[in-house]
Each structure stands twice: as C-alpha cells, then as structure tokens.
C-alpha cells in the first residue's frame, strides 16, 4: 500500500518563514514589543513555540486574536510567497509515482489556495485550513476521520516541534523537515521518524517504503 502524505504548510511547502517574520515585526509594537533582531529569529528558531510565547509575555488569551490578525496581514503579502527550494519538483516527482497527497495547515483555506492556484500546484487530493487554530492533533484526528485514513498509513511532514509531537499523538509517522522554522537540533530532539534536509530526501524514504 502507497503511504499518505500529509503535509503542513508555512515552512514547509511554502518558503513563508520570513513572511511571517516581517508580520510579527509589524504587529510587535501593537503588543508592546520592539522590532525583533536577526539574533532574536535565531535563537528562537531553536525554541518551543510555548517558550517563545513565554519570553515575549504573550498571554494564552491574546493568542487568538493575534493569530487572527497575523493572518489578515499574511494575505497582504500572499503575493510574495514562493515555495521552498525544490519543493515542486517533490511533488511532481511523488505524483507520477501515484502517491496520494493532502494539505493541512493552520493557515486559512483561502490563503493555501490563493498560493496553490498561483503556483498551479495541483497535487493534493484535499485542502483543509484551520485559520489559526493551534491545536494541531484535534485538527489531525478530525481530517483523518473526515477523509477515512488509516492511521498507520499515513507520513505526516512539517517544520515545527509541534508538528512531530501531534502526530505522534496521532500515531501517524514523521518526517520533519530542516528548511523551515525550527532547527535540525530543535526537530531532532522529538524524535521524528525521519529528518530530512531536502525535498528529494522524501522522494527517496517514499520509494524506500513501496
């Protein structure tokens, strides 16, 4: 049986890493915060999202709002989003070998489709965003019922700590990828199944498994 590839998408498909860093850096005087540095990016790239949250005395009340925001911001700017390096390749490459595929993201559905329609990337058999919800293994359980998957068929890929943490909740597999928010060392320290440095390293692992 072909695995199932469900990815995320900020920093994963789509190079919006720094897009959302010159949101935040807009949106940081509106919380009390200076512009961040390159410095501080780095180093929270090697951080936990709740530590980050913790440093910068945002509290869990405000979240909401600021991701509700951060997303109206993010649309402005939809029009700059490129996807990562070698990212359309991969997905040619794993639709010719018939690999089922879906998108799921904390993004909004307009903005993953304004960005899929533009980049005519037509490989995902659905689309679902959540428009900033965090709680990424209720999302995940939901769309793996809704669309009737079997879990231990199905790869989860993403970018964040949290990312490997709810899909092994799930218990679906992981690759985490080394091209968007959080660190190789950050990745690695939660275990994911596989940890790779580029999108044709998740060519190789598909067809490793056929």
């Known amino acids: ?5 469900l990815f995320d998408f900020d920093g994963t498909i789509a190079d919006s890493i720094h897009l959302g860093w010159k949101i935040a850096n807009q949106m940081a005087p509106k919380f009390g915060h ?13 951080m936990p999202m709740r530590k980050v949250l913790k ?8 979240i909401p709002h600021a991701i509700a925001k951060a997303l109206v911001e993010y649309k402005h700017f939809a029009h700059e989003l490129e996807p990562c390096r070698g990212i359309i390749p991969m997905l040619n490459q794993l639709s010719d070998m018939q690999i089922p595929m879906a998108l799921l993201s904390s993004n909004s559905k307009e903005n993953l489709y304004m960005f899929l329609w533009r980049m005519q990337i037509t490989s995902f ?42 899909a092994k909740k799930c218990g679906l597999r992981v690759i ?6 959080h660190t190789a060392e950050l990745l690695s320290s939660h ?20």
């Open 1 to 5: 049986m072909k695995p199932f590839l």
């Open 34 to 46: 200076a512009e961040f540095t390159d410095e501080d990016f780095q180093r929270f790239r090697s």
């Open 55 to 62: 440093e910068l005395h945002i509290p869990l009340h405000k």
């Open 125 to 166: 058999q659905w689309v679902e965003g959540t428009s900033g919800v965090l709680n990424k293994k209720l999302r995940i359980k939901q769309q793996i019922k809704k669309h009737k998957l079997d879990p231990r068929n199905v790869i989860y890929l993403g970018d964040e700590t949290r990312d490997i943490d709810a």
């Open 176 to 181: 985490a990828v080394t091209w968007g928010f």
């Open 191 to 210: 275990d994911p199944d596989y940890l790779v440095n580029s999108p044709d390293e998740i060519v190789k692992i598909v067809q490793s498994l056929q």
